[in-house]
């Protein structure tokens, strides 16, 4: 096989970054699948000794499939069929047979500076083989039908079920003249880059020198997935993984594009820009979309204007996102294309570029040209300080590894260098009254026209003008930045951090009540701006206590009129203060408490007496459970429901003020089971089971046994409404009068087990 390359424009250098690769790859394909293959003829001779001339041809036939996953091996031997005929009409002639000549692994790329993934392979198989054929007056076409591509291919239907047939043609004049076809230079990429240009070199050499004419062609399938490798099934089925040469004859269906946006001859989708070259084979494209697509590319050789050959070659694109891995950068004011960029320089002649190039390990060499007044200025250095002589504009370049052939990449770099740009300005204010600043710019540019003034007012205002005043709402160091542009485009900023800490010039204090019951808690919300943390504050709340927080929440635990003062001074000294005389009121509240008896409530003991211990009330109400009230100071309840209950009792100050007490009564669940002493099983309907009475609420786990004197169990249960009957186990032997023993088990509502012992004595 013939060297391959592969161009991208500006750079060359990658580190396939497989974000396609990573999907179609890491899942490991379920079959070796056919990713593209081409058939070549070359005329050994004619024998005319005979009255029919025997021409005899080499067939080579290249097919190419991923290494991964299992099925889809290379025939061995691999059946071709051979067709007389021509357009749609083709008669079977034969059969030839070929084991493989030669299997090899094809390299992703030969750039040293690609890292080429480890999941990625892909195989060439090689089969040549001689056929004898009379020379005559229609086409020879030699195919070899196989399934399947890649079910991942995105730019036809269903690709999984869809065969591939690989085939040239053998013209009437190619058999005259012992003509051999043209054969491919290069094969096609196994991964090319998105979003970058690509050049692949698709010319076919033809050592006779005849024409050759370049076209993308649909690529043709036969076969399917119906058998497997080991076992095909019927050889007539042309639906088959290997459709028998003699049932299966040609012309083949045309795979299906996937229309509008994918064509036979836009195969790479929307945007790719994709064209072949009709005379030079040239195949340039800038593919957008990651994936996996199948082209079709055929070289047609003439003589004279007549059609000698049509060698047909189906391939398939891997197209990926890639990392640059070599690629030359610089630090730069505006990127004007790629790898185009804008350096500027206001007021400094000496200018130190900074090389963001990568990956260093890859780079062994810098060259910096710069073009300065005609002559040429260069340096090696990774990081040059070059002087440029006066205020103009400048070529320049950075090549990385200038004498290599693969890791090389170069930047332009356009030098802009411009009079100097001073931003400057001046701040004045009342420090202790809240109000505006006034900014006056002093700003001053050596080309004479300042156009843009953008002030950045600590982060909460932006100001486009060159002179205002402005307020802040809050107080704090106000960090004031301006930035000025000239109309070169160049830029300064001036930077003042300034202390903003006025006095409120009104004090505004918002209680959130003004009369309280006692104990009183009030907030004092502090609206009074500008304010913050760093100001001192003092509040006086009259009742002799105080505190320094911005808005306290203050309890007042006496009665009484209290007036309340407030003091703030800022960081740098400023006062204000203010006074509310008689301001809170705080009056007396009640106390509200209450008893119950009994001390234990349980559900057989569930109505419950309350008497008032409440000091200082005037009405009362007792809830109960959040539903019923009672409105009187002694009162009774029924609960109903056991578990925790919950009773509040609100009272009611002459002065109006509430007090609420809220205690919770625990109602005990009680299970009460009574066996009797004795029991007559005669049948006469009284007394004639031993069966237990009462409250079985809540009984888990019961279990009842029955011993007579000699310890032998005579009935057990597990069901509380089964009685014994007197007879062994209720179904045996009637058991004689006596006192037996009894074993009462059970589990009580609150999971507290419970056993009990007695004597049952049967009477007959």
């Known amino acids: 096989m013939k060297g391959q390359k592969i161009y991208f424009m500006q750079r060359n250098i990658y580190m396939l970054a497989f974000v396609f690769l990573s999907v179609l790859f890491t899942q490991r394909l379920e079959a070796k699948h056919i990713i593209g293959g081409e058939v070549y003829y070359e005329c050994l001779g004619i024998d005319s000794s005979s009255a029919t001339p025997i021409a ?35 008669v079977y002639q034969q059969t030839f047979t070929s084991n493989l000549t030669e299997q090899v692994s094809i390299p992703i790329n030969d750039d040293p500076c690609i890292e080429e993934p480890t999941n990625v392979c892909v195989e060439r198989g090689t089969y040549i083989f001689n056929i004898n054929v009379p020379v005559i007056n229609d086409s020879y076409l030699l195919t070899y039908q196989r399934c399947c591509r890649n079910n991942t291919i995105v730019n036809i239907v269903n690709p999984q079920s869809t065969g591939a047939v690989f085939q040239v043609e053998i013209s009437p004049l190619a058999q005259q003249i012992c003509n051999n076809s043209p054969t491919f230079d290069n094969f096609p990429p196994i991964v090319v880059c998105a979003n970058t240009p690509l050049f692949f070199d698709h010319k076919a050499s033809d050592d006779e020198g005849h024409q050759l004419i370049y076209e993308f062609c649909n690529p043709i399938t036969s076969g399917g997935t119906l058998g497997t490798n080991e076992n095909p099934g019927d050889p007539t089925d042309c639906l088959g993984v290997t459709p028998s040469p003699a049932n299966c004859i040609p012309p083949y269906d045309e795979v299906i594009f996937k229309g509008p946006d994918f064509m036979v001859d836009n195969p790479l989708g929307p945007g790719s820009g994709i064209n072949l070259n009709t005379f030079t084979g040239l195949l340039t494209a800038n593919p957008k979309l990651t994936g996996q697509f199948v082209i079709g590319v055929c070289v047609k050789e003439y003589l004279n204007g007549e ?29 004007i294309k790629e790898q185009e960029f804008l350096i500027r320089s206001c007021g400094e002649n000496e200018i130190t570029f900074e090389n963001l190039s990568q990956d260093k390990n890859f780079i062994e060499e810098y060259l910096w040209e710069f073009d300065i007044l005609g002559e040429t200025v260069t340096s090696n250095e990774e990081n040059p300080t070059i002087e440029f002589p006066e205020i103009g504009e400048y070529f320049g370049q950075l090549i990385i590894n200038p004498n290599s052939d693969e890791c090389r990449d170069t930047a332009l770099l356009f030098i802009e260098v411009f009079p100097p740009i001073e931003a400057d300005y001046t701040y004045d204010y009342d420090t202790c009254q809240p109000g505006p600043i006034t900014f006056e710019d002093f700003s001053e540019s050596g080309s004479g026209i300042i156009l843009d003034w953008e002030w950045d007012l600590n982060g909460e205002d932006t100001v486009k003008i060159a002179d205002h005043d402005y307020e802040f709402t809050t107080a704090d160091n106000k960090i004031v930045k301006l930035t000025v542009t000239d109309i070169n485009d160049c830029k300064d900023s001036m930077i003042i951090d300034i202390p903003y800490y006025p006095a409120p010039a009104n004090i505004i204090v918002e209680p959130s009540t003004f009369e309280g019951c006692l104990p009183a808690n009030i907030k004092f919300n502090n609206l009074s701006q500008p304010i913050s943390d760093a100001y001192d504050i003092l509040w006086s709340f009259g009742d002799g206590k105080t505190d320094t927080t911005i808005s306290p929440l203050h309890i007042y635990e006496e009665t009484g009129i209290f007036s309340v003062d ?98 919770f009564i625990d109602v005990i669940p009680v299970a009460s089971i009574f066996l009797p002493n004795a029991f007559s099983p005669n049948g006469d309907g009284i007394n004639d089971l031993f069966k237990g009475k009462g409250n079985y609420f809540g009984v888990k786990d019961y279990e009842m046994q029955i011993y007579n004197r000699w310890g032998e169990l005579v009935f057990r249960t597990e069901d509380p409404d089964e009685g014994w009957n007197g007879r062994v186990n209720n179904v045996g032997r009637e058991t004689p009068s006596d006192v037996y023993v009894y074993k009462l088990i059970y589990t009580g509502p609150r999971g507290e087990p419970v056993t009990e012992d007695g004597f049952a004595t049967l009477v007959r």
């Open 56 to 90: 005899t041809f080499q067939i080579t036939f290249n097919m190419y499939r991923d290494c991964f996953g299992g099925g889809a091996q290379f025939d061995e031997p691999a059946e071709f069929g051979l067709y007389a005929g021509s357009g749609d009409n083709w």
């Open 307 to 335: 059609l000698l050959s049509e060698v047909r070659r189906d391939f398939q694109f891997n197209v990926t996102a890639c990392q640059i891995l070599v690629y030359a950068d610089v630090a730069n004011d505006a990127v």
């Open 566 to 663: 407030l003091e703030i001074t800022s960081p740098i000294g400023c006062y204000s203060s203010a006074s509310y005389p008689f301001w809170i009121q705080v009056k007396e509240s009640p106390i509200a408490d209450f008893d119950y008896t009994p001390d234990r409530v349980t559900s057989n003991d569930n109505v419950v007496s309350f008497v008032d211990n409440s000091i200082d009330a005037i009405s009362w109400q007792y809830i109960f459970n959040d539903d019923a009230s009672v409105f009187q100071p002694n009162t009774t309840f029924t609960f109903q429901d056991t578990g925790l209950q919950k009773i509040d009792l609100i009272v009611l100050h002459p002065s109006g003020c509430p007090d609420t007490l809220t205690r």
